[in-house]
């Protein structure tokens, strides 16, 4: 299996431009997570979802964030309209029922 | 006050040395994780546990649920080991993370 993959790896964009960050699970797991981190605040949990369904999102910093995963195979973190205070790497993580998470290599996202 | 704690915040051993990180946490735990992330930015989990021990090659976890604490701790240190080393506590649906632990590992 390739692991989780996450696209773009890099992606820079100015203030107010839409940013969609993507990631694809490994096959078989039923649950993903969206972290962000940032030097400022460390890691920190996003949204997860379960079985395709968003099981908590009290992590979502606000309605300028948003996330989907229409499929077992595909989710995207959307941020619209992207602030210079967005910037940080976001990492998607996926694992099977209790067992332990693998983490994808991480979108670096710069919004200047 | 941050639920996660961990100690110290940066380790510098000699290779060989045994090392040990702690982590100690306020909130009511599900399960307990402990993270690796190299300096290239990749983040791999190393181990899960809800209670007692698990070891893995040289690495080996404990965790003691009364006192809210677990210690990872490294055997034989490699300079390979460089990393940082991050506590992540699941209570329910929610999940808190330490600061990490920054180690380096001198040949």
């Known amino acids: 299996d390739a692991g989780v993959i996450q696209s773009p790896r890099h992606e820079v964009t100015e203030m107010g431009q839409e940013v969609t960050l993507r990631c694809k699970p490994i096959?078989?797991?039923?649950?993903l997570f969206w972290y962000r981190q940032t030097m400022m605040r460390g890691l920190e949990l996003l949204i997860y979802?379960?079985?395709?369904?968003?099981?908590?999102d009290s992590g979502m910093p606000e309605d300028r964030f948003s996330a989907k995963m229409p499929n077992a195979s595909f989710s995207t973190l959307k941020i619209q309209p992207s602030e210079p205070r967005d910037s940080a790497v976001y990492f998607c993580a996926s694992r099977s029922s209790a067992y332990e998470q693998y983490f994808g290599p991480g979108t670096r996202l710069t919004v200047t | 006050k941050n639920e996660v704690e961990q100690s110290p915040q940066n380790l510098t051993a000699q290779e060989g040395e045994f090392i040990t990180i702690n982590c100690s946490y306020s909130v009511g735990i599900s399960a307990l994780h402990w993270l690796q992330q190299h300096p290239g930015g990749g983040i791999v989990s190393l181990f899960m546990?809800?209670?007692g021990k698990k070891k893995h090659g040289r690495l080996i976890a404990t965790i003691n649920i009364q006192e809210k604490h677990s210690s990872l701790h490294i055997t034989a240190s490699h300079p390979r080991d460089s990393a940082v080393y991050i506590c992540a506590v699941r209570y329910g649906n929610q999940f808190y993370f330490g600061t990490g632990t920054s180690l380096t590992v001198i040949p």
């Open positions: 979802f379960n079985n395709n369904v968003p099981i908590d």
């Open positions: 546990l809800s209670s």
């Open positions: 096959s078989g797991h039923n649950s």
